[in-house]
């Protein structure tokens, strides 16, 4: 199992273009979430997709979007892009099972390094 | 809201010395805490979370509920301790991260 994937690895945007970035979860989970983690800072909490829904948001604007593919695949996508976006995106996979609302252990990725000019 | 402070930018200790990383929470309800560490070019990876009171790499952390703590502790470093550590509380589908602190142990 190679855990949770993460592409591309490295990715130069200039400001106002759009940006997918993608994740593939540890087998078996069925939640993903995404962080952005800017430069000597903790990640920060964007959102969560469990059964292809966003279950749960943080403090980041609607240019943040996503989604979850039926694979439990997922992917995020930041529109109009600014420079304040450069930062290290990383996607978290987690198994929340039957229970569907326990906070479980996530599993994180190597990330994506965006920056923007 | 909910908040995860780490005050140490960075902590500097010899081998063999103890370690304590400090980590203050701020959630109303019953908080799930975490300890998350990133070595030199690797991914994020749990350490230890304080519901399975397990102990890691010889690393423990307690929570204090009355002091709103769940500081990570070792008798003594090693060199391979070396790292960035990130503090987290979840609930109920997300994590807050602390804005880590940067152990380097010293030969």
């Known amino acids: 199992d190679a855990g949770v994937t993460q592409s591309p690895t490295h990715l130069i945007k200039t400001r106002g273009q759009q940006v997918t970035l993608r994740c593939s979860p540890k087998?078996?989970?069925?939640?993903v979430s995404w962080y952005q983690q800017a430069l000597g800072q903790g990640p920060q909490f964007i959102f969560q997709?469990?059964?292809?829904?966003?279950?749960q948001r943080g403090n980041f604007p609607d240019r943040f979007s996503g989604h979850q593919f039926p694979n439990y695949s997922s992917e995020l996508n930041v529109n109009a892009l600014l420079l304040g976006d450069s930062a290290l995106y990383l996607c978290a996979s987690s198994l929340a099972g039957l229970s569907g609302i326990k906070s479980e252990t996530q599993y994180f990725g190597p990330g994506t390094r965006l920056l923007v000019l | 809201a909910q908040r995860v402070t780490q005050p140490e930018k960075l902590l500097s200790v010899f081998k063999g010395a103890p370690v304590e990383l400090k980590c203050n929470y701020s959630y109303s309800g019953s908080p799930e805490l975490f300890w998350y560490v990133q070595y030199s070019r690797q991914r994020l990876q749990l350490l230890l979370r304080?519901?399975s009171r397990e102990s890691i790499k010889g690393f423990t952390a307690d929570l204090n509920k009355g002091e709103t703590s769940f500081h990570l502790k070792k008798p003594f470093a090693q060199e391979e301790d070396s790292a960035m550590y990130y503090c987290a509380s979840g609930g109920y589908n997300k994590l807050i991260f602390g804005a880590g602190t940067r152990l380097a142990v010293h030969p």
């Open positions: 087998s078996g989970h069925d939640t």
């Open positions: 304080h519901i």
């Open positions: 997709y469990y059964e292809e829904e966003e279950r």
